[in-house]
């Protein structure tokens, strides 16, 4: 089991540009978070999915974020027309059951030049 | 409105002492209150949790103590380490319509001394 996988580690990209980032949850898990930390605000809830549906995304700056979640093996945010203010490491969780453990991949550090 | 909040955003500790991490939250719906542990470079890894039936959880160094009533929680970590440097999240959750969403505090930066 090699846990939640995000991908890319590192991001970098120009102010005004998309930027997608990658999860790969842990098999057999139903709920699938991201999450997005910076030292101000520490770890903001930004959306989350159970059995692939979106159940709630009260977290997303509502214009320019967005969450899918195609099939039960990955799910992506994608930020357009990135601005510096989003510079944060974005994290992906998942987990079993309501009230167990969540799992953190290591998480997509983006930094918006 | 912060639903989760640590009162320490920084604590120093020597090693061998007891750090104190406390935490309160407003949700009287909250049930399940986890800490997590997370290192540079990594993803917070659970580290120890409670549910709202209990007012005391152990595991090694690691004791929650919790107060429903005044709805606050601690973590105290015994005989601390210089490893035990870490920043550590205070989380609750409740069995409500959105049972699996698991809301985080800010945070508190442990530092132990050797």
């Known amino acids: 089991n090699a846990g939640v996988i995000q991908t890319p580690r590192h991001k970098v990209t120009g102010k005004g540009q998309e930027a997608t980032l990658w999860c790969e949850p842990i098999?057999?898990?139903?709920?699938v978070f991201w999450y997005r930390q910076t030292i101000v605000q520490g770890l903001e809830f930004l959306t989350y999915?159970?059995?692939?549906?979106?159940?709630?995304d009260s977290g997303m700056p509502k214009e320019r974020f967005s969450a899918q979640m195609p099939n039960q093996s990955h799910s992506t945010l994608k930020i357009q027309s990135t601005q510096p203010q989003d510079s944060a490491v974005y994290l992906c969780?998942?987990?079993?059951?309501?009230?167990?453990?969540?799992?953190f991949g290591k998480g997509t550090r983006l930094t918006v030049v | 409105q912060q639903q989760v909040r640590q009162s320490s955003q920084s604590l120093t500790v020597w090693e061998g002492e007891t750090a104190i991490l406390n935490c309160s939250y407003e949700?009287?719906?909250?049930?399940?209150f986890p800490w997590y542990q997370q290192f540079p470079g990594e993803g917070p890894a659970l580290l120890i949790a409670?549910?709202?039936?209990?007012d005391k959880k152990e595991d090694g160094r690691f004791t929650i103590f919790f107060n429903k009533r005044e709805k606050n929680l601690s973590l105290h970590i015994k005989d601390s380490q210089p490893g035990d440097s870490a920043t550590y999240f205070c989380?609750?959750?409740?069995?409500?319509?959105?049972?699996?969403?698991?809301?985080f505090g800010k945070g508190t930066h442990l530092h132990v001394l050797p």
């Open positions: 969780a998942s987990s079993l059951d309501a009230g167990t453990e969540v799992f």
């Open positions: 098999s057999g898990h139903s709920a």
């Open positions: 999915f159970r059995n692939q549906a979106p159940i709630d």
């Open positions: 949700n009287s719906a909250f049930d399940y």
């Open positions: 409670i549910r709202s039936v209990s």
């Open positions: 989380a609750a959750s409740g069995e409500d319509t959105n049972a699996y969403k698991v809301i």
